[in-house]
């Protein structure tokens, strides 16, 4: 009788621990997130303060809608429902190849700012470099930059933020060969559309010093924007295509749900977006008029579910639509000269991988075509490596200037990868 106590008493432990496992990540996780440790700095005020970030009390902002595409099915990809017939040379539907397109671990690889090349940063050799479509790599500059850890580089010009394992960032221009330091404490920095702004959050020792903001493209003139307190995590600075939103803010609205809104620069009241799911990571479209995003519920096994919402002054969360795709929208990217989107979609995914991506490896990922218009999705190619490459896991994917390739990067391996679709 007393060890059979002994054993409830064991198992009700056991429960209790796992309700609140359940409840820090489903629901707490964002609220019981310790503060950053950054060094402090103080930020010059040069225009006036807009208040504080918006809350879900209710007011006129919010846009609630039905999402279409409701019992659109929410699969995983397998081979047997992928077309047969052998690889080819051009996607369509099955088996397609893939050529390496830079053989070397590489980071940050995006297209180039002209032609059919692409930009990318050799992690071996610590320099960057610009490669042409018949595979002719350039320095963009004889300088090192040994162990740059995040790269963000200017959508208009040939510059990038720099970061480093200490925290030092730096932007540099490579047509003028040039660079300024920024804070350590600027976190998240990204270029506008025009690469003539950075967007940052500045992370203090002391909460109310917590600002997003922005700056020229030289770290000077900072406009403080709103005061972030204890909420960075839920901040996101993600640059619209028109550059009048500068950061997303996804406020918990229930256990099941987060409503986000656009921060703009100068105290907008953009309309919000109510998303059905937790984890949200959105990829504007290359108008603005669209917003693809990912998120995690409990009926999805807690796996990435994307999505695709309007997102543009009061058509704001009209045409949600739920894709039938399990990804993160971090693995899309949108096309510039047709209605459509591309994504890597994993073949398999462990129970959990929206709360932590980083189980999600040696997935094999297929790659999906998107109708924006009308949120179908069909398969575009499954990559077939002429380099003997079997296992992989898509990090990221990029059209080329033509759209007539898409590139993807293995997180495995780092190498970039190069499919034709046209």
């Not at 002209?114 to 790599?137: L, P, V």
């Not at 995590?233 to 028109?242: A, F, G, T």
């Not at 894709?323 to 462990?350: I, M």
């Amino acid at each position: 009788m007393q060890s059979k106590r002994v054993l409830l008493i064991i198992a009700f432990i056991v429960l209790i621990i796992a309700l609140g496992a359940l409840i820090y990540f489903v629901i707490g996780r964002d609220v019981f997130a310790p503060g950053n440790e950054n060094e402090n700095v103080n930020v010059p005020t040069n225009g006036a303060l807009n208040g504080n970030l918006p809350s879900i009390n209710g007011t006129g902002n919010m846009n609630r809608v039905n999402v279409a595409n409701t019992n659109a099915p929410v699969n995983i990809p397998t081979l047997q429902n992928v077309n047969a017939g052998g690889v080819t040379p051009i996607a369509g539907g099955g088996e397609t190849t893939a050529t390496p397109a830079v053989s070397r671990s590489v980071k940050a690889a995006e297209p180039a700012l002209s032609g059919k090349g692409m930009r990318y940063y050799d992690e071996r050799r610590g320099k960057f470099y610009t490669i042409d479509e018949n595979g002719n790599a350039t320095e963009m500059s004889d300088k090192a930059f040994p162990e740059a850890e995040e790269i963000d580089w200017s959508p208009a010009q040939d510059k990038a933020i720099i970061t480093f394992p200490d925290d030092s960032k730096i932007v540099y221009d490579f047509e003028n060969e040039t660079q300024v330091t920024l804070p350590k404490t600027w976190d998240d920095t990204e270029f506008d559309p025009t690469g003539t702004k950075i967007g940052f959050k500045n992370l203090s020792d002391d909460e109310g010093d917590r600002w997003l903001a922005y700056s020229k493209s030289d770290g000077s003139e900072v406009q403080l924007i709103e005061p972030i307190g204890d909420k960075e995590r839920d901040v996101d600075v993600n640059w619209s295509p028109n550059g009048q939103v500068l950061a997303l803010y996804r406020e918990s609205n229930d256990a099941t749900a987060q409503e986000v809104y656009p921060i703009g620069l100068f105290g907008e009241n953009f309309k919000s977006v109510v998303t059905y799911g937790r984890g949200f990571e959105g990829t504007w479209s290359a108008d603005g008029t669209q917003l693809l995003y990912s998120v995690f519920t409990s009926e999805s096994d807690f796996q990435p579910v994307l999505y695709l919402v309007d997102s543009s002054g009061d058509m704001t969360g009209a045409n949600h639509m739920r894709l039938g795709l399990r990804t993160w929208s971090t693995k899309c990217a949108f096309a510039k000269l047709e209605n459509a989107a591309y994504c890597a979609v994993p073949q398999s995914l462990p129970e959990g991988s929206g709360l932590v991506p980083e189980t999600a490896t040696n997935t094999n990922d297929v790659m999906y075509r998107i109708d924006t218009n009308t949120g179908t999705s069909t398969v575009l190619a499954v990559p077939a490596f002429d380099d003997g490459q079997r296992d992989y896991t898509v990090s990221s994917v990029f059209l080329t200037a033509d759209e007539k390739h898409l590139n993807f990067i293995d997180a495995n391996t780092s190498n970039v990868y190069s499919i034709q679709i046209k």
